[in-house]
Nanobody
């Protein structure tokens, strides 16, 4: 499956953005999909993931501000980001996996497909 992340941009603190992760090549509905982010000179970190049944799990740093959702008819997963903070600035990557690889879904190792990333910049 090929993943295409989009929706990043420049926003002021307190603003909102919606990221999209569009999949092509295979039916997406049975995949777990995660969002990760990587700030300059930092490791890639977990943001959120959604199960094939639509249950979302979030990093503590974004809980209550971000919402992950999926539209299987459109083969797309969304990350709605509200109340953005400067520390949310990063390149955001979506990832997907169609079977359990034995890693928690909060780890990059759990995923075998990755999108190219979309940049989010939050100004103070």
């Amino acid at each position: 499956v090929q993943l295409q992340a989009s929706g990043g941009g420049l926003v002021q603190a307190g603003g909102s953005l919606r990221l999209s992760c569009a999949a092509s090549g295979r039916t997406f509905s049975r995949y777990y999909v995660g969002w990760f982010r990587q700030a300059p000179a930092k490791e890639r970190t977990f943001v959120a993931f959604i199960s094939w049944s639509g249950v979302g799990t979030y990093a503590d740093s974004v809980k209550g501000r971000f919402t992950i959702s999926r539209d299987n008819a459109k083969n797309t997963v969304y990350l709605q980001m509200n109340s953005l903070k400067p520390e949310d600035t990063a390149v955001y990557y979506c990832a997907a996996v169609d079977y359990s690889r034995g890693y928690p879904y909060t780890l990059p190792s759990a995923y075998n497909y990755w999108g190219q990333g979309t940049e989010v910049t939050v100004s103070s």
